[in-house]
């Protein structure tokens, strides 16, 4: 073989060798996952990763199909050292530049946030997190040092994404003032602190208890008779908060699905109302108008005992334990 003939086959080799690796280096870029609409997740972009650490958790978190494409398109299109530490909304039907795209933009747009009435701190958490207004978990840590619950108020909200704890807690505080602090400002029942506070704890159960507002008005009413008899105010939500604060760290249950088992109700919390007298320690959840409005102004009765129609939602109403057991038997037992 003459050498023209070796150099022809050297150059054809390096020119394969490089169409080849053309072709994989732009098959890479492609989407992470050939379905069009593949669910996105949420991925973080710490402060102090480079773009090599980036790469490497979007390859772990299979949302780019090579760390070593990611590196070289960053570096060619020029925004390698521009990727900006936030939590960002991807998918794997993303290709490699609109995720350079997304993560060298992050620009913090407003995103509209709806709690719910009765929300505890644990589920706002996930409510904002799930948003992307905060890190999991950092509404948590931020008042664990400072007790919020039942003053972060329940309404609808424009937050920033990539925002800080601190800052949605001024603003649902602010709100609280706003909405809540004339509710107490005009009534006798808590003109002190320690009244307002109690009555916040009554609130935030009526909340959790029942949803009209006539029955949380009873509802209240037999609290504050349940507690002027000294009887055990024996309510179920408070049983779920004590189980939902003893539950493992990571991710807690909400009070929205809870399930309540016999192991439960002996529970050794100031939050179990069947084993401790009174109030709980503070509130359950962060009520909202409505409840507040009725602890405020608890409705007198002839009842000392309640229950939830589990078919209807409908709130039965019993004077004496006898009756109660009967109701128990008749929309309880009779519905499992």
């Known amino acids: 073989m003459g050498i023209f003939n070796r150099r022809n086959i050297i150059w054809t080799v390096i020119v394969l060798i490089i169409i080849a690796g053309a072709g994989w280096f732009f098959f890479s870029l492609d989407p992470a996952s050939v379905a069009p609409a593949a669910p996105q997740v949420v991925f973080e972009v710490k402060a102090g990763d480079g773009f090599r650490e980036v790469a490497q958790n979007l390859a772990a978190a299979k949302l780019i199909r090579s760390p070593l494409s990611f590196d070289a398109f960053s570096l060619v299109d020029g925004r390698a050292f521009e990727l900006k530490p936030g939590l960002y909304k991807l998918s794997p039907s993303m290709d490699v530049p609109q995720i350079i795209a997304e993560l060298s933009d992050g620009t913090a747009g407003k995103v509209t946030v709806t709690i719910p009435e009765g929300s505890s701190i644990f589920d706002i958490d996930r409510i904002l997190s799930a948003a992307l207004v905060i890190r999991p978990g950092d509404l948590i840590n931020f008042t664990s040092t400072q007790n919020l619950e039942g003053h972060l108020f329940p309404d609808t909200y424009q937050f920033y994404t990539n925002d800080s704890a601190a800052a949605v807690v001024r603003e649902m505080t602010d709100n609280f003032a706003e909405k809540a602090g004339p509710l107490f400002a005009s009534s006798t ?69 809870c399930s309540l088992f016999a192991l439960d109700f002996k529970l050794d919390s100031p939050y179990n109302t069947y084993l401790y007298k009174g109030l709980p320690p503070a509130p359950i959840g962060n009520p909202g ?33 006898d009756e109660q057991n009967q109701n128990r038997v008749k929309y309880l037992e009779s519905n499992k």
């Not at 935030?204 to 507690?227: C, H, Y």
């Open 189 to 257: 029942v808590a003109a002190s602190s320690t009244g307002e506070e109690q009555t916040l704890i009554v609130a935030s159960i009526v909340e959790k208890e029942v949803p009209d507002l006539t029955d949380q008005e009873l509802v209240a009413g037999i609290i504050f008779k349940r507690l002027a008899a000294g009887m055990p105010l024996d309510i179920d939500a408070t049983v779920c908060y004590a189980k939902l604060l003893a539950a493992p760290t990571g991710t807690p249950p909400t009070l929205a699905a």
């Open 289 to 321: 108008t409505s409840a507040i409005t009725a602890a405020l102004d608890p409705q007198v009765s002839p009842y000392l005992y309640y229950l939830s129609d589990p078919a209807t939602g409908k709130t039965i109403f019993a004077k004496t334990l």
